[in-house]
DNA sequence: TTGAAAGCGCTAACAC
DNA sequence: GTGTTAGCGCTTTCAA
């Protein structure tokens, strides 16, 4: 079956240069400048190649060449169904795609993950061909931060961790938004509350895989400083008004699932009764931990105040009390930080709103 | 501010091995082939580079001179936040990105998208240095095909288009699931069914944004042909039960936001008030119906039977009756497909499953 | 175990 | 408008 002129070996610019007698160079213009050449030649070129079956210049080639890989490495820390559950992760995978797509860069997604060991993830990492890297999310004791860093490319941490050395930061002040939701929750007379946070820490807590009360060690020391600083803020709100922070009841729900926040909601209700107020430290788990209260019959926010936290669009849809963070702009900026290469590290910190949907009322 | 040893050229190999005295074949091995120097030697080695501050191997560098780039393109029609709200695109991307990860290749998300224009687009497809494509669920007539395809390089296209030469596919017998489902509704007893499909065309219908009637020209000739398929199924099992497919009311919703379904239910009513059954070509559509005709009052399925397509977690988690198709694994197996790189174009066609749901019954 | 030589395919200076 | 030259940084025979 013969196929068609296709020549044992791949066509390339030198062999086409050869073939129509004229320089690489020209071969080359024809591609990439075509106002060097005249439109018959840059014609002629054209059709050969298409005979010849060259498919153009080779991208790696040409990225050794021009030292440019024209590519963004995205590295986040969870398998990326996972990450990707949660509708505020998508909004800034969407906006960092806008921008690099707006700069002409693809964006890969570098092959980290739990089917792969720590050292073929680096190597997956330190084998990217791309001109920087956002690190999404990254706990601070991420296994890949430092092959990351080990690459001398610009790098955009998003979220977290704070304080990389060398690297851009663009997030929000969680602190301050959620100690001014959690004034608004004490503003409405709450005094007994919990807060249901996301994982703690990389390291699964010793009690097994479901939410549970938050360990103090792992309380002390988080590795995800967003979760810390959300806690801090509450803390924080707390003792302004005179409350005792210690008296907060915090329960970790190391794996988000769709049911992840009802089952926190519950181990919050079973560590204490008189509860009125659970705050979440993400609008999924508020979401689903509305579903239980549902189930179980108890009404919100008659019988419990419910706050959530990102502001995605069904929290919005279902009159979520919540911090509306901009994710898609945060995406849509490390994008841009990176694509300027300006080289100075910037940190940039976008602005939340305090949304007061209805889902949070008085105490009963 | 003396930054540490920062050499005003970026160490390579070569000046690590003029550094050190020794050739670039052992610095190289050093790398990747820590069994070909002594431990002592290969210790050296790395300390100085860390000294030097040498990254390591430049992957671009290696990819030209391997040949192998390390990572899968992908060609997505929609932007990546609309393609991805779509829980089962979202799922297939997840199956994608397991098997690059289980074979240590990146994926490279391919800058395509409304915010750049078509030469710019196939300028990044041309420009992209990866070792295949994946081409996911793209109109007959898409505009990055024909680049793609003179990559010269393996391809898997996912769902549609059918039939392009050289390439693998891997996807569903939609017409036969469809036409299963569509017997189903049909044995319950309905006759006045309404089809509600995604867009049929790249091209905008002219009677605007929203969802409208389904033109004959646009019917005659889909370029998505994965809606024609399911279009067809339901046609087969109508034609199959005496019924005329002509009687169908198909309703095509061009964009599809999270409330297209319930505006294509209402255009759908409209036009035939007799209507007993919604058929669906999306779950996203038919779940959208759902919340429509609960606002509206109809009663699901005692006034109005809906079905989907896809099988989505919420779709199930709602009992909605549907055809589940195994998004994860059409990920998975494109990625498989593409590493394997035997140069064979094969096709697969996966499984699905009609799910009798809560959401069909007999017509009032 | 190490080294020398030979490119991978391309583009950027610079000359003509 | 076109050609010549010189690498980009690396791996891979092959030979020592």
């Given at each position: 079956m013969p196929r068609s002129p296709t020549p044992r070996r791949r066509a390339t610019l030198a062999s086409l240069a050869a073939?129509?007698?004229?320089s690489r160079t020209t071969v080359s213009n024809a591609y990439n400048r075509p106002d060097q050449l005249s439109a018959e030649l840059r014609e002629r070129v054209l059709s050969t190649a298409?005979?010849?079956?060259?498919?153009?210049?080779?991208?790696?080639?040409?990225?050794?060449?021009?030292?440019?890989?024209g590519a963004v490495g995205l590295l986040t820390t969870?398998?990326?169904?996972y990450s990707f559950s949660d509708p505020a992760a998508l909004d800034f995978v969407a906006g960092l795609a806008e921008s690099c797509e707006a700069?002409?860069?693809?964006?890969?997604?570098?092959?980290?993950?739990?089917?792969?060991?720590?050292s073929e993830g680096?190597?997956?990492?330190?084998?990217?061909?791309?001109?920087?890297?956002?690190?999404?999310?990254?706990?601070?004791?991420?296994?890949?931060?430092?092959?990351?860093?080990?690459?001398?490319?610009p790098v955009v941490v998003v979220d977290q961790p704070k304080g990389v050395a060398g690297a851009s930061w663009v997030g929000i002040?969680?602190?301050?938004?959620?100690?001014?939701?959690?004034?608004?929750?004490?503003e409405l007379g709450h005094r007994e509350i919990a807060l249901l946070t996301m994982r703690l820490d990389r390291a699964r807590p010793p009690g097994g895989p479901g939410p549970a009360l938050a360990d103090t060690g792992r309380l002390r020391n988080p590795a995800f400083g967003v979760q810390a600083e959300r806690i801090g803020g509450v803390c924080d709100a707390m003792a302004a008004a005179g409350l005792d922070p210690g008296a907060l009841t915090i329960v970790e729900s190391y794996d988000h699932g769709p049911a992840s926040g009802g089952a926190a909601a519950e181990v919050a209700l079973r560590s204490n009764a008189n509860l009125t107020a659970l705050m979440c430290t993400a609008d999924v788990l508020a979401l689903s931990a509305m579903d239980h209260?549902?189930?179980?019959?108890?009404?919100?926010?008659?019988?419990?105040?419910?706050?959530?936290?990102?502001?995605?669009?069904?929290?919005?849809?279902?009159?979520?009390?919540?911090?509306?963070?901009?994710?898609?702009?945060?995406?849509?900026?490390?994008?841009?930080l990176l694509h300027l290469r300006s080289g100075v590290p910037v940190v940039e910190v976008l602005t939340t709103e305090v949304v007061r949907g209805r889902t949070a009322g008085p105490p009963a």
């Open positions: 073939e129509l007698k004229i298409k005979r010849l079956g060259y498919p153009g210049p080779d991208p790696v080639a040409r990225s050794l060449r021009t030292r440019r890989a969870e398998p990326l169904n700069a002409g860069q693809g964006l890969l997604l570098v092959a980290v993950g739990p089917n792969r060991s720590v680096s190597a997956a990492v330190l084998a990217a061909g791309v001109d920087g890297f956002v690190v999404y999310s990254a706990s601070d004791d991420d296994p890949y931060l430092p092959s990351v860093l080990q690459r001398q490319l002040d969680d602190r301050a938004a959620m100690r001014a939701l959690a004034e608004y929750v004490i209260l549902r189930a179980r019959g108890i009404y919100v926010p008659g019988q419990m105040t419910v706050t959530g936290f990102d502001g995605v669009p069904e929290a919005l849809r279902r009159g979520l009390t919540t911090v509306v963070q901009p994710s898609v702009d945060k995406g849509r900026r490390a994008g841009e």
